[in-house]
T-cell receptor, first 112, second 115 residues
Framework: KNQVEQSPQSLIILEGKNCTLQ??????????LRWYKQDTGRGPVSLTI?????NTKSNGRYTATLDADTKQSSLHITASQLSDSASYIC???????????FGTGTRLQVFP | DAGVIQSPRHEVTEMGQEVTLRCKPI?????LFWYRQTMMRGLELLIY????????DSGMPEDRFSAKMPNASFSTLKIQPSEPRDSAVYFC?????????????FGPGTRLTVT
């Protein structure tokens, strides 16, 4: 069964610290993986999209990595800011099914 | 561009009533997606259109749900009759490319509460 699992479910860090969110998936064959940021009360906003041939992509202080062999991805946030408080959703696209499988997200809270 | 526009932002209705959610995609985008988000299940794709034609409606939970896209700039998601378990946030998203492999831009969502 195609699944996407994220960890941790929630995370609290202090402003200025770094953190890493994890995503494991079983979708096969794999086409692409994306990370979304969702602020409370808003729609998700894309941070990165990676195909199976890419193993890292950055967007400002956000860096996503992908290991297609182990079916793992991580999202690293550097020098966190209060505005990073949000849910981060990992989404995986399958190559044959043309469907997206969504993780349930990691809720990040950054405190001053 | 104003982005994807959804209305209403909040809807509270009683069980059994008809509910209509509306979406205006980004101008020039030819793919439109309807999603539902709950705490328990996260984001789920309900249906997606390409060039106003429904391509995949396998996520529509049951016959009480229907979606239309009469033209490139407007889509509706209707629930009739509504039930308390339909309470969720409904998102509309659009994309400039067909299929699920491209960037999708989400609207702000409609929070539906069915009592």
């Amino acid at each position: 069964k195609n699944q996407v699992e994220q960890s941790p479910q929630s995370l609290i860090i202090l402003e200025g610290k770094n953190c890493t969110l994890q995503c494991n998936y079983t979708v096969s064959p794999f086409s692409n993986l994306r990370w979304y940021k969702q602020d409370t009360g808003r729609g998700p906003v894309s941070l990165t999209i990676m195909t199976f041939s890419e193993n890292t992509k950055s967007n400002g202080r956000y860096t996503a990595t992908l290991d297609a062999d182990t079916k793992q991805s991580s999202l690293h946030i550097t020098a966190s800011q209060l505005s990073d408080s949000a849910s981060y959703i990992c989404v995986v696209g399958g190559r044959d099914t043309d469907k997206l499988i969504f993780g349930t997200g990691t809720r990040l809270q950054v405190f001053p | 561009d104003a982005g994807v526009i959804q209305s209403p932002r909040h809807e509270v209705t009683e069980m059994g009533q008809e509910v209509t959610l509306r979406c205006k995609p980004i101008s020039g985008h030819n793919s439109l997606f309807w999603y539902r988000q709950t705490m328990m299940r996260g984001l789920e794709l309900l249906i997606y259109f390409n060039n106003n034609v429904p391509i995949d409606d396998s996520g529509m939970p049951e016959d009480r749900f229907s979606a239309k896209m009469p033209n490139a700039s407007f889509s509706t998601l209707k629930i009739q009759p509504s039930e308390p378990r339909d309470s969720a946030v409904y998102f509309c998203a659009s994309s400039s490319q067909p299929g699920m492999g491209y960037e999708q831009y989400f609207g702000p969502g409609t929070r539906l509460t069915v009592t």
